[in-house]
């Protein structure tokens, strides 16, 4: 069930960003003790395969993947109402990971696709078995972090003759099974790393390799029974739930990849969205009766909110959601500021970051973050802003781009010169130093207190 995913994206930004190396392996050994009459490997079919290199992507936080079949945002999957933002990946933090990310892959495994599913178990995957990282439960940080659990043997990670287990038989129970299981991989885990801690510093690798391939181990049990419980959960459904389906059409773009990016279709005051299929549908399953208001976020689109009304048991199809009409070619989502659905003191899409250093310290200016967008070589990219008519803010409302060479978060970063009031745009051309963008909103203000809409769109050839 090996399957290479080839990203064009990031590692992460932050600096705690170490890389336990074996996510994928331990997935797939967890994968292969359950088994293909696993509930979970059945529900999902072939997308049951995307799940080893699935596990690495709470490391993708704010980029762009991107392989031969599929283009998605890994925000998607990782941010949400019940966690609105990005979490460290070692003890104590990570382990407020796990509950909302629990119910959110379970949710989907129920609700969406097999391939949105697949994406949203991924991320769950990623926070439990990070946990298992000797350095990452004992919270063990610099040089010592990094040979500690990147010394592992890869390809000795199997679960020969393993039986997975069932944390619990609804979900209350299996949540709390969960929870305590991952109590016990952080003391399993800590004491590893304190076990092998005096021989990491000594560089004395063949002492150490063994110790942490325990850790590997007890962690691919973790998942696979971790995912065995979600596959026999998930088997439990409700006959009163409602089916809601649907179609959006989306903007046209000249652009390779963000031409190919879904639409994300959220539903206001809930917990639950989805990104569409490759044609253009969508489908919510197992929905509770009740009043709905839908909303689909697209490249320079969002649509109005959409009152649907499902009543128990009822399939719902509703009309085609048509963004195509009217486009500019813009390249960022919710430059409007129009949707706050994962929270309500933010904007989806775009996450607010303080400045570094001295500039910090001078003023109580900050950084709205946009996403990462491929720019083509050679293509010419045009960065506007609509001011507001009541715009003002005493030190300067700026947007910018910030652009760097690779995707990966190591990347030195240039800003570009801003675009302000008065200043109707700014232009920079796609080229080997200039592969990735970021629209940057700087302000003291809520970026919608200053802007109506911000807007990244390739030139119009003369």
Not at 139 to 156: A, C, F, N, Q, Y
Not at 277 to 286: A, K, N, S
Not at 364 to 385: K, N
Request: net charge negative; with cysteine.
């Amino acid at each position: 069930m090996k399957l290479t995913l080839t990203l064009i994206s990031a590692v992460l930004l932050s600096a705690d960003a170490f890389a336990w190396g074996p996510h994928t392996e331990i997935a797939q050994a967890a994968l292969d003790a359950m088994g293909a009459d696993d509930p979970l490997v059945r529900q999902l079919g072939p997308d049951a395969k995307r799940l080893a290199p699935y596990a690495w992507m709470a490391d993708f936080r704010q980029s762009l993947l991107v392989r031969a079949d599929e283009v998605f945002y890994a925000d998607d999957y990782l941010l949400f109402p019940a966690a609105t933002r990005h979490y460290q990946h070692l003890c104590p933090e990570v382990e407020q990971t796990y509950s909302p990310y629990f119910r959110r892959a379970l949710q989907a495994i129920r609700t969406e696709s097999t391939h949105n599913a697949s994406r949203w178990i991924g991320s769950l995957l990623h926070f439990t078995t990070d946990t298992g990282s000797p350095p990452h439960a004992a919270r063990i940080v610099g040089p010592t972090h990094s040979k500690m659990e990147g010394w592992v043997d890869e390809k000795l990670i199997h679960l020969p003759g393993y039986q997975p287990q069932l944390f619990g038989a609804d979900d209350a129970s299996a949540e709390a099974g969960f929870l305590r299981r991952m109590q016990g991989l952080i003391e399993f885990s800590k004491e590893r790393a304190q076990r092998c801690r005096a021989d990491v510093d000594g560089d004395r690798r063949a002492a150490v390799e063994p110790v942490v391939l325990e850790s590997a181990l007890e962690t691919a049990r973790v998942t696979a029974d971790l995912l065995h419980t979600l596959g026999v959960l998930t088997a439990k459904a409700n006959d009163d739930d409602a089916t809601l389906t649907g179609k959006v059409i989306v903007p046209k773009i000249e652009h390779a990849t963000m031409s190919r990016l879904p639409a994300k279709v959220v539903l206001l005051g809930t917990s639950y969205s989805t990104l569409t299929e490759p044609d253009g549908t969508f489908t919510f399953r197992h929905l509770p009766a009740g009043e709905y208001r839908l909303v689909v976020i697209a490249p320079g689109r969002v649509s109005e909110a959409k009152p649907v009304s499902l009543a128990a048991a009822a399939t719902v199809t509703l009309e085609p959601v048509d963004l195509s009409q009217g486009t500019d070619g813009n390249l960022v989502r919710n430059g409007t500021f129009t949707v706050r659905w994962v929270s309500a003191e933010a904007f989806d899409h775009w996450s607010l970051r303080s400045l570094p250093g001295k500039l910090a310290a001078k003023t109580p200016v900050r950084d709205w973050d946009g996403e990462w967008i491929p720019l083509q070589s050679g293509v010419t990219y045009h960065l506007t802003a609509r001011w507001k008519a009541t715009a003002a803010d005493a030190n300067g409302p700026q947007v910018f781009l910030r652009t760097k060479a690779k995707p990966d978060g190591g990347s030195i970063t240039t800003d570009s010169a801003p675009v302000v009031l008065g200043t109707k745009e700014v232009a920079v051309t796609g080229s080997p130093e200039v592969a990735w963008a970021q629209v940057c909103i700087r302000t003291s203000q809520s970026p919608d207190t200053v802007l109506e809409a911000v807007s990244l769109r390739q030139a119009l050839e003369k």
